[in-house]
């Protein structure tokens, strides 16, 4: 089978190279931007490893080799997955991949909102040594934490957040906490909302889509930070930026947003007390390999007829 990188913006590819020609799968990189690029040069494809190009109904549609897509990544918002389904194209993504480092980045970002961190290295290095502009900064053993979404991802952070002393409660559905998470007091929304000092989002889009929005803040304290690692469009960003100018909040983090890349005069920039990634919590070398690694091995499995571990649709 033919073996597709639609696109690929990563160090290299030795990893899925090693992979796929060990296992003699032909491959090639092409660097897709738009639904015309991955008509035109994918044609011949029958299994695309994905990152950002969009697979949309007119791509799926227009490629009748195609069988399998397989996402760099946990997320598949640039796939057509109805699509896929409808024509009978296998979607697979990588959901166990970096959760170590999206969890850290969480805590590194809920850290540098409490302890001022950031905005203190600007204030000192440009404006004077006075330790007083930190203030209010408050013990973290009296603080709570509100994680929302319990998955893998979520979990990690609630551990490292009971780890620093903070009261943990959580929102999950789901989730069943079991003798390993019984540190997790399960409350309803509202309650997570009303009673948080620090709020941390580690649930998918499409449970949470705009989540975040006026009336959340307003139920929020105003002394709260949130923390939103996950997805963009779980947080209204115009809402957000009325919230941050308003004083409904006190501060927000963002590694994800609406529109990638974010443009630099964004106006939610302006604020001191929003700080912002460029959608970097997954990585760390470690976890790069590794989501190289798990998606040329999927690859290689559907080509070589051994089940597959990551399935996001069931076909018939």
Aim: include cysteine; charged fraction near 25%; charge should be negative.
């Amino acid at each position: 089978m033919q073996v597709i990188i639609t696109d690929n913006d990563h160090a290299n590819i030795d990893t899925e190279k090693a992979i796929l020609d060990a296992a003699g799968v032909p491959f090639r990189l092409e660097q897709c931007v738009t639904e015309d690029d991955v008509i035109e040069r994918c044609a011949d494809g029958e299994i695309f490893l994905n990152q950002y190009a969009p697979i949309t109904r007119k791509v799926v549609e227009a490629l009748p080799n195609l069988k399998l897509v397989v996402r760099y990544g946990v997320g598949v918002n640039n796939v057509d997955v109805e699509a896929c389904t409808e024509h009978g194209v296998q979607v697979e993504n990588v959901p166990d991949y970096g959760m170590n480092e999206v969890a850290d980045q969480a805590i590194a970002l809920m850290m540098a909102l409490l302890r001022k961190v950031v905005y203190m290295n600007e204030y000192t290095k440009h404006v004077g040594w006075d330790y007083t502009k930190s203030m209010p900064i408050h013990r973290l053993s009296d603080l709570t934490c509100g994680v929302i979404g319990l998955g893998r991802i979520g979990r990690e952070f609630a551990k490292r957040a009971h780890a620093l002393g903070m009261k943990v409660i959580g929102y999950d559905p789901y989730f069943t906490p079991g003798d390993d998470f019984a540190f997790v007091k399960q409350v309803e929304l509202d309650e997570l909302m009303a009673n948080a000092d620090v709020i941390s989002v580690h649930c998918p889009p499409e449970h949470a889509m705009d989540m975040f929005n006026k009336d959340a803040f307003a139920r929020m304290k105003n002394t709260a930070y949130l923390i939103n690692v996950a997805r963009g469009g779980i947080v209204n960003e115009a809402d957000l930026e009325v919230a941050l100018n308003e004083g409904q909040i006190a501060g927000a983090a963002l590694d994800c947003m609406d529109n990638e890349p974010v443009e630099p005069g964004n106006p939610l920039f302006a604020h001191d007390n929003l700080l912002v990634t460029p959608h970097m919590a997954w990585y760390s070398e470690e976890a790069a390999d590794e989501l190289n690694s798990k998606v040329a091995e999927e690859a290689v499995a559907f080509a070589t007829g051994k089940p597959i571990r990551y399935p996001v649709n069931h076909l018939a």
